[in-house]
């Protein structure tokens, strides 16, 4: 009975998984071998496999509407084919092609094979450029996909391989083949009707139709939406569900918030906050009061001040008798945070409730670094241990083994990139001994300069909360950058260095980065701080910082440019983070088109610190075949050129770059996102998220959606959605 009842009802992602392509007419040893090369081994590969392009027999790909110089797609068939011998030993293979209506000739150099491969009669679709070559038109090296007999008005193309021996008219025809066998029982849709009503998502099996083979364009666009909406929802659900589950099972401090230490910081600063740090304050402090423990992104482009709203948390922990500890990625960067902060906090007195003879004492700040050592880091770890210490500024030293605390109640990690994930969950681990078999957590604030667009926010960093601080505090004097290309920019680049440098400011230069070898790029360091010493800026004090010096010296050369004892500090990319000189208001990066956008980002905060206006040149050598009559193009840079808003360029980024990078860590192989983008699909990645939150809301670790799990558990690795496994 059962059998009989599995064997009508409709397909899941499991069933389609289970049937192996050899039982798709056509597929034999031979061809399963070959799907198998490119990863098709079943049913859901082969439907997940999508079209990476669809042409319109009926309006669009006409040889008539070509335009010369610009890349397009035309659907012909082939005429006739000859090949030849240049004067050069080149091969050239010859096809004229028509549609019918026109005609167009192809070229192909150095593709013997060709010949053989464009039949005359076939049918092909062919992109590329097509240019006017002696008063016809021609396209010379165009990507060819052989559509083969292929009816029907939308032909779907396929990602075919050469080397496997696979085209995308045999992908076509097994993918029909997959759906219709699938016909009878239908597909299962696991997304709730309603989700699918509201959201306007047309249901599942129309979508896997409808993408392969479409009537229309719009309704290739309608199945698409719904497909990503699916890839997008299944991540939110092991995101959203991991998010809650972690409030679920671990029991937080309820923190006092509103007390009498915080008002005497805030109102003993010098200047008012800015909306933006308001409001991140109180999201902060909502969480801190909360009976789970926090679990929050703080992110704000260089300069917004999140070192207050850090600090801000941390007092929030001593004020209730806890402690509170700030993690640096760096010695140096520790040191000036200790140093800051200690500022900032001078005069503040905190309540000792260890029943000591004085009730209120000095409020304790101490550094906790790899160089802090014998007798002065027993003092601190007994202090850190016995409570009197209240806020702790390090390195990861923090959590290094043996380092106990007595309560530790908020925990903040700046620039979180350089931190992994199990150093953070060490970090978490510090908490007070468990209770009733649930650890007692401290609240987690993770700080990051780098902005990321808030689709991607919401998808890498989706298990988190976020806040950001999108709004820099007043009176910063935007800093001027500028492009330079030609060698007689670059020695104005070197004279607005000299009299900068003049006028009693300093100036960073950034040395090319070289990805591959760190031995290099010192190197090219060196190579450049004794041209410029020699050459270019002779006279000035300059300093070299790269990172194969030993941390000592890294610091003696850091403290002498912050004394002002050096004019100009060349360096690598180890003055990326967080350095923090008021007085240097020039930065030069040479050879800025290997940098991110991001990253020169983050460099050119550096400058524009102070109250002097400061400049930032960024230094390009034009390539040595480069036209000296054409303008060079280089998206990045321009970006930087026309904007300084971080938030602004993470957009322009992932518009740039795709979401690939940003992916890679946190999604692989099957639960990738093949349609989905988080930078089309920007909509789309909130619905997602909103009905995910939902979902999980409802019913934690789905045991009424039995067929979202259950699709969880087939593309997601175990540990990826551990938390349906729990409770
Ligand atoms: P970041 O977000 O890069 O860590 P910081 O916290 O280091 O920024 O702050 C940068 C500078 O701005 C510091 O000198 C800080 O004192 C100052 N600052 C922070 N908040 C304000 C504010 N609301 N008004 C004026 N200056 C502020
Ligand atoms: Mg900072």
């Known amino acids: 009975m059962s059998e009989a009842v599995r064997a009508t009802s409709p397909l899941s992602l499991r069933d389609l998984d289970q049937i192996g392509v050899e039982r798709l007419k056509g597929v034999g040893d031979r061809k399963r071998a070959s799907l198998a090369e490119v990863g098709i081994n079943t049913v859901y590969d082969l439907l997940t496999t999508y079209p990476r392009r669809w042409v319109d027999r009926t309006n669009e790909a006409r040889l008539s509407d070509l335009v010369p110089g610009v890349e397009a797609l035309v659907l012909v068939d082939v005429r006739s084919v000859t090949k030849r011998l240049t004067k050069n030993r080149k091969t050239m293979v010859t096809a004229v092609v028509g ?50 007999d292929r009816t029907g008005k939308i032909v779907p193309i396929y990602p075919q391989s050469e080397k496997a021996q696979l085209s995308t008219w045999e992908v076509a025809g097994w993918v029909e083949d997959a759906l219709a066998k699938a016909a009878p029982r239908g597909m299962l849709d696991p997304v709730p009707a309603e989700v699918r009503t509201r959201f306007g998502l047309v249901g599942r099996e129309r979508a896997f139709r409808a993408i392969h083979l479409p009537e229309s364009m719009g309704e290739k666009e309608q199945a698409r939406r719904r497909l990503a909406f699916d890839e997008l929802l299944r991540v939110q659900l092991v995101l959203v569900g991991r998010k809650r589950a972690y409030e679920r099972e671990s029991r937080g401090i309820r923190h006092t918030i509103g007390g009498e230490l915080v008002a005497r910081f805030r109102s003993a600063l010098p200047f008012a906050l800015t909306s933006a740090q308001l409001r991140t304050i109180a999201e902060i402090e909502a969480d801190l009061a909360g009976p789970h423990p926090m679990h929050r992104l703080l992110q704000g482009d260089v300069g917004a001040g999140k070192t207050l709203v850090a600090v801000a948390a941390l007092l929030t922990a001593v004020e209730g008798g806890h402690q509170g500890a700030l993690m640096a990625p760096t010695e140096v960067l520790a040191e000036q945070h200790a140093s800051g902060i200690r500022r900032l906090l001078d005069g503040l007195v905190v309540q000792d409730k260890s029943g000591s003879l004085f009730p209120s004492r000095p409020l304790r700040v101490e ?7 014998g007798v002065e880091r027993k003092r601190v770890l007994a202090g850190l241990a016995d409570g009197s210490i209240d806020i702790a500024i390090g390195t990861h030293a923090l959590i290094q083994q043996g380092v106990d605390y007595k309560s530790l109640g908020v925990v903040v990690i700046d620039e979180q990139h350089r931190f992994g994930v ?6 978490r681990d510090k908490g007070s001994a468990a209770d009733g078999g649930q650890a007692i957590v401290p609240d987690v604030l993770v700080m990051t300069a780098t902005p990321i667009p808030r689709t991607a926010a919401m998808t890498v960093y989706g298990d988190l909360d976020v806040s950001v601080l999108d709004e820099l505090p007043p009176g ?47 190197a090219s360091a060196q190579e450049t701080y004794d041209r410029l010493r020699l050459v270019d800026l002779v006279g000035l004090r300059l300093g070299l910082l790269h990172g194969r010096m030993t941390s000592i010296d890294k610091d003696a050369t850091m403290d002498r440019f912050r004394r002002g004892e050096l004019d100009v500090l060349v360096a690598t990319t180890v003055i990326e983070v967080g350095v923090d000189v008021p007085n240097a208001t020039i930065m030069v990066i040479l050879d800025a088109d290997r940098f991110g956008i991001a990253q020169l980002h983050q460099l050119r905060g550096r400058v ?22 054409v303008a060079e193009v280089n998206p990045r840079v321009e970006a930087l050129v ?19 990078t940003l992916m890679s860590t946190s999604q692989k192989g099957r639960s990738d996102l093949s349609l989905a983008s988080l930078r089309r699909d920007r909509e789309l990645v909130g619905l997602a998220r909103e009905a995910a ?14 067929e979202l799990a259950d699709e969880l558990r087939l593309l997601f690795s175990a540990e990826d959605e551990a938390f349906l496994f729990k409770s």
């Open 422 to 427: 199990e150093q953070r969950a060490a970090l």
């Open 642 to 660: 026309a904007s300084t808003d971080g938030f602004h360029l993470a957009e322009v980024d992932l518009d740039l770059r795709g979401e690939g």
């Open 608 to 629: 524009g610190r102070g109250k002097h206006a400061s400049r930032c040149w960024l230094v390009t050598t034009p390539k040595e075949d480069a036209d000296p009559n």
């Open 476 to 522: 910063r004097i935007p800093i001027t950058t500028q492009w330079a290309n030609t060698p007689l920019m670059e020695e104005m680049v070197w004279a607005d260095v000299l009299s900068e440098i003049a006028a009693g400011r300093q100036a960073y230069v950034v040395c090319p980065l070289i990805d591959e070898s760190e031995k290099l790029e010192v």
């Open 367 to 373: 550094l906790l670094a790899n160089r802090v050592t």
């Open 99 to 148: 549609d019918g209506v026109a005609r167009m000739t192809v070229v192909f150099f150095n593709q013997p094979w060709r010949e053989r491969q464009l039949q005359s009669d076939a049918t092909i679709a062919l992109f590329g450029k097509a240019e006017v070559y002696r008063g016809v038109l021609q396209m010379t090296n165009p990507i060819v996909d052989m559509i083969g």
């Open 693 to 706: 939150f939902e979902v999980i809301d409802s019913d934690p670790v789905l045991q009424r959606h039995p």
